[in-house]
């Protein structure tokens, strides 16, 4: 009986807890309701090996919920997921529904996506590795040439759709500046991506080796 009788401040804690669940989840739902339409990021889901050529960055999506969630909603809370299920190259079609959106809470719910039909191009993903050439900006100092310069290392690999990739002949670094140089001098660089859906694989970075003589060398010019 002892153990029965102090078991009741549990349950009576328990119920006052659910009680206040209850009141805060009707007190929510009898807020003013409001709409907010922002853009949101597009993130897709492809097959492996898969990859656009050309890709909507951001869809509007119009959220309804309480007035207190529609104030805390920020954009970078919002995500649109992509399923994409082709599994070959070509031309694909994919039509946007709510369960799609990725929400903060519960407690708001999609009312409208703009646009929601994306077209795709997919294009199968290949790596390849090309030369990396140094790319020089500037004037050296007075009187000093350049006489020769070169990454190190000299390539690198970049992955991407095969379309884009296959085209590509080499790629440059950031430019080095010449500015105020008189001597032979290094300097770590990026591998600069040649498009926005070519990725630089490795090395990210490269030295550039900048060799400069002084007047009246007799040294030419190279790359």
Sequence with gaps: MRERNSA?????????????????????????????????SVTYNLPPG???????????VVVRGSNREIRRLRPFDVDVQVPVLQ????????????????????ALTVVAIDPKTLTLQLDREVERTLPVFVELGGEPA???????????PSTARVAGPSTVVQALRRLVTARVDLDGHAFSFEKQVAVVSPDLLVRV???????????????????????
Excluded: C, F, H, M
């Excluded at 401040?9 to 709409?35: C, D, F, H, V």
């Excluded at 599994?87 to 809470?105: F, H, I, K, M, Y």
């Design 8 to 40: 009741w401040p549990y349950r009576i804690l328990a119920g006052l807890i659910a009680l206040g669940l209850w009141w805060t989840s009707a007190a929510e739902k009898r807020e003013p309701q409001s709409e907010r339409s922002l853009e949101a």
């Design 50 to 60: 898969l990859v656009p050529l050309e890709r909507v960055e951001k869809v509007r």
């Design 87 to 106: 599994t070959a190259t070509g031309r694909v079609t994919v039509n946007l529904t709510e369960e799609d959106v990725v929400l903060p809470s519960d």
């Design 142 to 152: 007075a009187g000093a040439i350049v006489t020769s310069y070169r990454a190190v």
């Design 201 to 223: 694989l490795a090395p990210g970075t490269v030295t550039a080796q900048v060799e400069i003589s002084q007047p009246g060398s007799r040294e030419g010019t190279q790359r």
